[in-house]
């Protein structure tokens, strides 16, 4: 079901961002600068996805995991120096540089952009599935989960931040998982699955200690990547979520069998290392 705010909101963005983009009054950042390279870079099925979004309508399976797999940037993308000074450099900070009297994206910064670009067409796109499960989970908070910061405190900053980890992890779930067949279509295997990421946060952030800021623990996917310093502040975190009254059961038993494959994953990589 989408609410008439929610869906006027998205058609407000998604024809934003499909308009011809045009400079006579200045460029703002970075607004223009996603227009800019959906108008000079997107194919016509790209636009035809944010028409239909524009519309407020559900997108195909595949077209969603088209969405993903172009939001994630690749290994070795990164952001490149800056090199010039004055408003040159300033332009170049957001990938921007002026040619023949036109603006244009700096080449070696598209891969860049093209991730920002998915980036916030998945966040406003996903709103509907989304927000009202951070409005029952967080019902006090106002949760933004884009690039940009939208808060001062840092520990409000830091439950946004959080959240919107436990949105990549679910996403990337979506192109890399291993239950993504367990579901009929996105929109269920989405709801579920940001749902127990959101519950972990909130079980995570009720459990803090004197406003402090908190940060993901990747319980349901895997610890291989994570500090080996945090393990005090992760197993805290472990013991509090499998005490919690708020985590449903099948939830705990699922974090549960998790970190038993994971612990047997690990076990399987020092045998074959020490080998």
Do not use: C
Not at 24 to 38: A, E, M, N, Q, R
Not at 169 to 197: A, C, P, Q
Request: hydrophobic share 35%; charged share 30%.
């Amino acid at each position: 079901m989408k609410y008439i705010g929610e869906v006027n909101m998205k058609r407000n963005f998604f024809s934003l961002l499909k308009k011809p983009f045009n400079s006579k009054g200045g460029i703002s950042f970075p607004g223009d600068i996603l227009t800019l390279y959906v108008y000079n870079h997107f194919s016509q099925e790209e636009k035809n996805i944010l028409d239909k979004l524009e519309r407020g309508e559900n997108l195909e399976n595949s077209e969603y995991q088209h969405l993903i797999e172009s939001h994630f940037m690749k290994p070795g993308e990164r952001n490149q120096s800056i090199k010039k000074e004055g408003i040159e450099a300033s332009l170049e900070m957001f990938g921007i540089s002026i040619i023949d009297g036109k603006y244009e994206i700096i080449p070696e910064r598209l891969p860049q952009i093209r991730r920002e670009v998915y980036d916030k067409i998945l966040t406003e796109g996903l709103k509907p599935l989304y927000q009202p499960i951070l409005n029952n989970m967080f019902p006090s908070n106002e949760i933004s989960l884009g690039i940009w910061p939208s808060h001062a405190e840092e520990d409000l900053q830091s439950l946004d931040s959080t959240l919107r980890i436990a949105l990549q992890f679910t996403l990337f779930e979506y192109i890399h998982g291993e239950n993504v067949d367990d579901y009929s279509d996105f929109g269920m295997f989405f709801t579920n699955e940001f749902n127990k990421r959101a519950n972990l946060v909130k079980s995570i952030w009720i459990n803090r200690k004197n406003e402090s800021t908190i940060k993901y623990i990747p319980i349901y996917e895997n610890f291989r990547n994570y500090k080996k310093q945090d393990a005090v502040y992760t197993m805290d975190i472990i013991k509090k979520f499998f005490n919690s009254n708020d985590i449903l059961l099948n939830e705990k038993s699922e974090i549960e069998n998790r970190l038993i494959s994971q612990g047997k994953r690990q076990k399987y990589r020092t045998l074959t290392t020490v080998a």
